[in-house]
């Protein structure tokens, strides 16, 4: 079973930053397309960021000139850093490795922007 490692989450004012990070074994980083999903209490699990194996991004409307994602190919790693957070950016945040043959996650980091 693929395990990719999630860390940065923590506790933040509105208007901080955070930076998530996510570690996965190289062979399936390199094969993969990372993306950042979240979910709110009481809401549905929502695409936040990704960033594909060819180099392309997407954002969520809502996170878009906030957040960036960027990956460490050298690390088999993946970041979101997150600025100018707000309160409604509270949630559990997933990284997810997916490819044609495989569609791995992580256990989940939570992000608490309160004050």
């Known amino acids: 079973q693929v395990q990719l490692v999630e860390s940065g989450g923590g506790l933040v004012q509105p208007g901080g930053s955070l930076r998530l990070s996510c570690a996965a074994p190289?062979?399936?980083?390199?094969?993969?397309?990372m993306y950042w999903y979240r979910r709110a209490p009481g809401k549905q699990r929502e695409l936040v960021a990704g960033?594909?194996?060819?180099?392309?991004?997407r954002y969520a409307a809502s996170v878009k000139g906030r957040f960036t994602i960027s990956r460490d190919n050298a690390k088999n790693t993946v970041y979101l850093q997150m600025s100018n957070l707000k309160v409604e950016d509270t949630a559990v945040y997933y990284c997810?490795?997916?490819?044609?043959?495989?569609?791995?996650w992580g256990q989940g980091t939570q992000v608490t922007v309160s004050s």
């Open positions: 997810n490795a997916w490819s044609p043959s495989q569609d791995a």
């Open positions: 960033f594909t194996s060819f180099g392309t991004t």
């Open positions: 190289g062979r399936i980083f390199s094969a993969s397309d």
